[in-house]
């Protein structure tokens, strides 16, 4: 099946620092997600990217399909920010598979 | 809120027991999925259903069971419960079976096998 490989496993920032998060995976993909879990464990949904750019406020992503590859930038970074980011993608099955996920601290 | 909603939010049980989780997806969404997050596999998809039918399969046990009914609300049994089981389970929905729908994720139910 296909691989997802995520970076940095763990990062810790300041409040307003900006970061990001890197998604690797092994073949073409007909699905790409990117996820936020709270510290409450719920999943929400950031954005649909299998390929291009999107924004939403202080978050955006891009997915450079050819190369294999998506990016999660977080701008002006805020303690509810803090989470486990995670990227999910389909292949050429229908399974989605989740990399291992990105570990955010921001303290104040 | 995504729409999806789950039951029960949190589960406490015993080796040996069986136990129902349910879902139900949002409001149009014809496909379910089940995902099994624990702390040594992580995040894995168990199975999908489209409109009552099976439509993919993943790392599910034979001692788990889904189904999916058709007011589209899905059920996952768990038997033979195992410490191993305990985990945050999900389901997600989506509009249609194709990869490329985006599925929405419910608040999870997490089960403690004791």
């Known amino acids: 099946g296909i691989q997802v490989e995520q970076s940095p496993p763990d990062l810790i920032l300041q409040e307003g620092a900006n970061s990001t998060l890197r998604c690797n995976f092994s073949?073409?993909?007909?699905?790409l997600q990117w996820f936020h879990q709270n510290p409450w464990g719920q999943l929400i949904n950031l954005f649909y990217?299998?390929?291009g750019t999107k924004q939403n406020g202080r978050l955006s992503a891009t997915t450079v399909a050819t190369e294999r590859y998506s990016l999660l930038y977080i701008s002006s970074s805020q303690t509810t920010d803090s989470g486990v980011y995670f990227c999910a993608l389909i292949g050429s099955n229908y399974k989605l598979t989740f990399g291992k996920g990105t570990l955010l601290t921001v303290n104040p | 809120d995504s729409g999806v909603t789950q039951t029960p939010k949190h589960l406490i049980t015993a080796t040996g027991q069986r136990v129902t989780l349910r879902c139900s997806p949002r409001?149009?969404?014809?496909?379910v999925y089940w995902y099994q997050q624990s702390l040594d596999q992580g995040l894995q998809f168990l199975i999908q259903?489209?409109?009552?039918?099976?439509?993919a399969k993943g790392n599910i046990l034979e001692r788990f069971s889904a189904q999916q009914f058709p007011d589209l609300h899905s059920e996952l049994n768990l038997s033979s419960l195992e410490l191993g089981d305990s985990a945050l389970y999900f389901c997600a929905s989506s509009a249609g079976p194709r990869r490329t729908d985006t599925q929405y994720f419910g608040p999870g139910t997490r089960l403690t096998v004791l």
């Open positions: 259903y489209y409109n009552g039918e099976e439509r």
């Open positions: 073949d073409s993909v007909n699905n």
């Open positions: 409001s149009g969404d014809l496909s």
């Open positions: 990217i299998p390929s």
